[in-house]
C-alpha cells in the first residue's frame, strides 16, 4: 500500500463510520456468535421459576381458588392468590397521573378478559413450575363478555371529544358535493409477535430491586416498580441490552412484571417469570381493531370539498386505549371542511396498546382506500388524483410543513416502478390466469422529540464509551450513536464503545414514536462535543501538553491523532495526549434540556410521556412522509393474493444510516404485508378468547410471503425535526402499506375489500 492508498482507505473508512455512512450494525457479531446476554439468559445463584395462571372466562367473578394439589406438588415454592401475594401500591400512568387507586393487585378477582392472571406457581424448577400451574383449580361466576366491535352489546361507546378535529361545515359540503364516495373499513386485532417473549429476572437485595426485563423505556418501568413497592426509584435497575424485538409491546411493566418482583420479595430469592406463546396474546394489548366511516366529497375535478370521518376503536372494560383513527385523514390531503370524530368501545380484552406506527396505521387504510375509491369514481388516476389534493401545508394545524418531500416521493416511486404503464381499468392487466393489480398509497408519521441525555467518556487508552439508558431493540442505535460519537470527536468506529439498556447509565425516555435516533443522536453530539472541547482545552492550556507552546486557538482530531489544523507543531493520538496530561479519563455529560430544568422536571421529562415536545410546536408541523407503490399477482381460480413487487420512496429526512434506514423501511413494510394479507386475532364467542393465540394460527409473513422490495430515500435534512436533522423511520414504512395493497387488489380484481386482512373469501 503506498501512502496515497493508505489516505484513501482512512477517508473510506471515514466516510463509511461518519453519520450517514452505511455502517453495518456494532452488536451483529456479538448477537451471531451468541455473546450478546439477552434479559432471560443471566444465570443466578438460587433462581426460582414462576408461572402464571390465567382465566379461562372473560368476564365475571373468582370464586374460589383451590391450591392444595399445586402447593404439594414437588418443587414448588408458593402458590400466590389475590389473597396471598404481598400488597402493592397502585402506581401513576405514563403521562405521570397518579393511579386512582391506592393499592395494586395484579392477580385479579374481578376478571374482565380472557387469560388474565389469576394466580401464579413459583417453583424450584421451571418444568415444576409448569406441572404445579396445571394444578391449581380455579371456579368463577361467569357473566356474559362482550367479546368484540361486532358483538351486539357493543353499543356506540364513548366519545373521545380530545380526537375532534374539524373546521369549514363538513357536513353541507359533503351534501352538496357533486362526487361522493362514502365506506366502512375495519381492521381487526392484531399482535405485536416479537420472536422474544415478554418476562423478566428479578431480584432483591434489601431494599434494590434488579430487574431483567427486554424493555422499550428502563426509566419509565423502573419508576413503575419503584411506585409498586414504595422503594425510592433510584433503587430500582433495569437492565435490558438486547431486545428481540418489541414494536411497541414493552414499554411498560404489566402484571406479569408485578408478579414476578413481588414473589422475589416475598421469598427472597431471584424469580425469573417468562410468558408461553399463547400468554404472549393475552397479557399485554396489541393493535386494537377499529371501524372507520370515510366519506370524501369532490368536485368533478377531483378536488377535495369535503372529509367526514368517524372513526372506532376496541378498548378495554378496565382501562383505556385511544387509537387516533383521524391522524392521517386530517392532514394527508387539502380540504376547505373536515370533521373527524372518534369513539372508543369497551370490550371484554387486555387494554390495547402501542403497535408500531398506533394510529396512523389503521388511519392510512381508512383515507387511503378512500382516495382510491374517489379516483375510481371519476375515471382518474389514483396518483394523479392524490397530487391534484396535494397539501401544501398541514390542513389542520394550518402551519408550513418543516420538510414534505412527498411530491418527490411520488415522481420517485412511480418512475421506478413503472407507474405510467398501468392501464386504468380494474381486471385489464394480467399474466396467463394471474390477475395483476398496481396500487398506490401514500403514508405519514410524525417527528415526535423529546430531551435527551447521554454520556460521553474519552479514556486513557484513547477509546471512547458512550452510556445511555436507552435501548436497540433491533433499530440500530448502539451503531448510530458509535457514528455520532466517532465523527464527532474525530476517532474511528473501532475506538468506540456504545452501552445501552442499563438504568444505572444516564437517562433516557421511552423508545417509541420513532423518536430514538433523533433524540440521542443529538444528545450524543452534544456530549461529545463537549468532551472534544475539554480535550482541545487542555491539550492547548495545560502546560503539560506539548501543543501548548504552540499559542494556536484550537486543535484538530482526525482519526484518533490530534494536530493543529494547520498541521504545524506535534501530532499525537489520544491515548499519547491522555498520558502527556496524566489524565484517566475526560467525562462529559451532555443534555439537551434548558439550563434551568428543575430535577423534578428531568424526573418527568424521563418517567413520563408528559414532556414530549409537539410535532407542531413553533412554526412548523413536523412529519416523515412516504409513497408505497405495490403490484399483486391475484390468481383468478383460487383468489390468492401474492405482493410481487414493491417500491417504496420515503423522506425521513436526513438518514444517520442509510443501510440501517432501509432495513427499518423494509422491516415496516414485511409487517404491512403481513397486516394486508394475513394478521387477525380470532375471539371466540363463547368466552372472549383469543383463537388462534400462537405462532403457528396467528399468521405472520415468511420469506416466501415477501417479494423484491425497493426502497428510494427522497428526504433532506430537516433542521426543524432534531439535531442533524433526520426525521422518524422505524414507524413511516407500514404506513400506508395495507391500502396499497388493497388498492391493487382492487385493480386486479375490480373488488374493493375494506376489512382486513384480505383473504381469498373475501374475494369471491
Ligand atoms: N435512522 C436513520 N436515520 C434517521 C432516523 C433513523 O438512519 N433519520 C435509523 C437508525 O438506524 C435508527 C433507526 O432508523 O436506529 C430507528 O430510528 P427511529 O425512527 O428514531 O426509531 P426508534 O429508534 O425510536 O425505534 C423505535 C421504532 C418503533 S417506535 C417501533 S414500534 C419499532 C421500530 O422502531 N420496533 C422495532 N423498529 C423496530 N425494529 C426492530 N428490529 N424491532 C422492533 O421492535
Ligand atoms: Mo413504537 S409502537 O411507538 O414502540
Redesign the pocket.
Known amino acids: 500500500m503506498t501512502v496515497h492508498d493508505m489516505k484513501h482507505a482512512a477517508s473510506d473508512s471515514a466516510r463509511l463510520e461518519a453519520v450517514g455512512g452505511r455502517l453495518s450494525r456494532v452488536d451483529g457479531p456479538a448477537k451471531i456468535t451468541g455473546a450478546a446476554h439477552y434479559a432471560f439468559e443471566q444465570q443466578l445463584e438460587g433462581l426460582a421459576h414462576a408461572v402464571v395462571v390465567g382465566a379461562t372466562i372473560a368476564a365475571g367473578k373468582v370464586s374460589g381458588i383451590d391450591t392444595r394439589a399445586a402447593e404439594t406438588a414437588p418443587g414448588v415454592l408458593t402458590v400466590l392468590t389475590p389473597d396471598t401475594i404481598m400488597k402493592l401500591n397502585g402506581a401513576s400512568d405514563w403521562f405521570g397521573n397518579p393511579s386512582p387507586r391506592p393499592t395494586y393487585c395484579p392477580l385479579a378477582r374481578e376478571v374482565t378478559y380472557s387469560g388474565q392472571h389469576v394466580a401464579a406457581v413459583v417453583a424450584e424448577t421451571f418444568e415444576q413450575a409448569v406441572a404445579a400451574a396445571a394444578l391449581v383449580k380455579v371456579s368463577y361466576d361467569e357473566i356474559p363478555a362482550i367479546v368484540d366491535l361486532s358483538d351486539g352489546k357493543a353499543g356506540d361507546g364513548i366519545p373521545i371529544e380530545a380526537m375532534t378535529k374539524e373546521w369549514g361545515d363538513a357536513q353541507a359540503a359533503f351534501a352538496e358535493a357533486p362526487v361522493r364516495v362514502c365506506a366502512a373499513y375495519n381492521t381487526p386485532r392484531e399482535f ?1 409477535a ?1 420472536m422474544e417473549p415478554h418476562g423478566l429476572i428479578a431480584r432483591w437485595e434489601g431494599e434494590e430491586l434488579t430487574i431483567w426485563e427486554p424493555s ?1 423505556w428502563l426509566d419509565g418501568m423502573a419508576r413503575t416498580y419503584a411506585e409498586w413497592f414504595g422503594v425510592p426509584f433510584e433503587n430500582v435497575r433495569l437492565v435490558s441490552p438486547y ?1 428481540g ?4 409491546s414493552k414499554a411498560l411493566a404489566l402484571a406479569h412484571s408485578a408478579v414476578a418482583a413481588a414473589a422475589a420479595k416475598m421469598l427472597k430469592r431471584p424469580v425469573k417469570l417468562v410468558l408461553n406463546r399463547p400468554q404472549n396474546f393475552t397479557s399485554y394489548g396489541g393493535r386494537a381493531a377499529t371501524r372507520q366511516t370515510v366519506a370524501i366529497g369532490a368536485d368533478k375535478d377531483g378536488r377535495i370539498q369535503s372529509i367526514v370521518h368517524r372513526g372506532i376503536n376496541e378498548t378495554a372494560v378496565d382501562g383505556m386505549w385511544v387509537e387516533p383513527l383521524g391522524s392521517v385523514t386530517s392532514i394527508m390531503y387539502a380540504t376547505p371542511n373536515f370533521s373527524s370524530k372518534q369513539n372508543v368501545v369497551r370490550v371484554n380484552t387486555v387494554v390495547p396498546g ?4 398506533p394510529g396512523e396505521n389503521p388511519s392510512a387504510f381508512g383515507i387511503e382506500s378512500a382516495i382510491d375509491e374517489l379516483a375510481h369514481e371519476l375515471g382518474m388516476d389514483p396518483l394523479e388524483m392524490r397530487l391534484i389534493n396535494y397539501a401544501e401545508q398541514d390542513p389542520h394545524a394550518k402551519k408550513a410543513w418543516s420538510t414534505r418531500q412527498l411530491r418527490e416521493a411520488f415522481a420517485a416511486g412511480a418512475e421506478a416502478f413503472g407507474w405510467a404503464k398501468r392501464s386504468r381499468e380494474p381486471r385489464s392487466m394480467r399474466d396467463g390466469h394471474q390477475l395483476i393489480g398496481w396500487g398506490v398509497a401514500a403514508g405519514t408519521y410524525p417527528v415526535r422529540r423529546a430531551h435527551g441525555e447521554a454520556v460521553v467518556k474519552i479514556l486513557a487508552d484513547g477509546s471512547v464509551v458512550v452510556e445511555s439508558s436507552s435501548i ?6 448502539y ?2 450513536l458509535a457514528q455520532t460519537a466517532a465523527e464527532t470527536l474525530g476517532v474511528p468506529v473501532s475506538q468506540v464503545s456504545v452501552k445501552l439498556g442499563d438504568s444505572h447509565f444516564a437517562r433516557a425516555g421511552v ?8 433524540v440521542m443522536t443529538g444528545a450524543v453530539y452534544k456530549a461529545a462535543g463537549q468532551a472534544l472541547d475539554e480535550l482541545v482545552g487542555l491539550a492547548l492550556s495545560d502546560p503539560r501538553s506539548p501543543f501548548q507552546k504552540l499559542q494556536a486557538n484550537t486543535l484538530q482530531v482526525r482519526d484518533g491523532r490530534i494536530a493543529s489544523p494547520r498541521g504545524e507543531g506535534p501530532e499525537l493520538s489520544i491515548a499519547e495526549l491522555m498520558s502527556a496530561l496524566g489524565r484517566d479519563r475526560i467525562e462529559a455529560k451532555g443534555d439537551t434540556l434548558p439550563a434551568n430544568t428543575t430535577p423534578q422536571e428531568r424526573y418527568a421529562n424521563y418517567t413520563t410521556i408528559a414532556k414530549s415536545i409537539p410535532h407542531t410546536e413553533g412554526e412548523w408541523s413536523r412529519h416523515s412522509w412516504c409513497a408505497h407503490f405495490v403490484e399483486v399477482r391475484v390468481d383468478e381460480d383460487f383468489g390468492t393474493v401474492r405482493v410481487s413487487r414493491v417500491v417504496s420512496a420515503l423522506d ?7 443501510k ?2 432501509e432495513s ?1 423501511w423494509k ?2 413494510i414485511i409487517m404491512g404485508i403481513g397486516q394486508a394479507l394475513l394478521e387477525e386475532g380470532i375471539v371466540d364467542r363463547r368466552h372472549g378468547r383469543i383463537v388462534n393465540g400462537n405462532l403457528a394460527d396467528y399468521m405472520l409473513p415468511t420469506n416466501a410471503d415477501i417479494p423484491d422490495i425497493q426502497t428510494i430515500s427522497v ?1 433532506i435534512p430537516d433542521p426543524h425535526s ?1 439535531a442533524l436533522g ?7 414504512a407500514i404506513v400506508g402499506i395495507a391500502p396499497a395493497i388493497a388498492n391493487a387488489v382492487f385493480h386486479a380484481t375490480g373488488k374493493r375489500v375494506r376489512d382486513l386482512p384480505i383473504t381469498l373469501e373475501k374475494l369471491i
Open positions: 405485536q416479537a422499550q431486545i424485538g418489541g414494536f411497541g402501542a403497535k408500531r406506527a436497540d431493540m433491533g433499530q440500530g442505535t451503531t448510530i423508545t417509541g414514536g420513532s423518536r430514538l435516533a433523533g425521513s429526512g436526513r438518514l444517520y444510516n442509510p440501517l434506514a427499518q422491516g415496516g428526504g432534531s433526520g426525521k422518524g423511520v422505524g414507524e413511516l
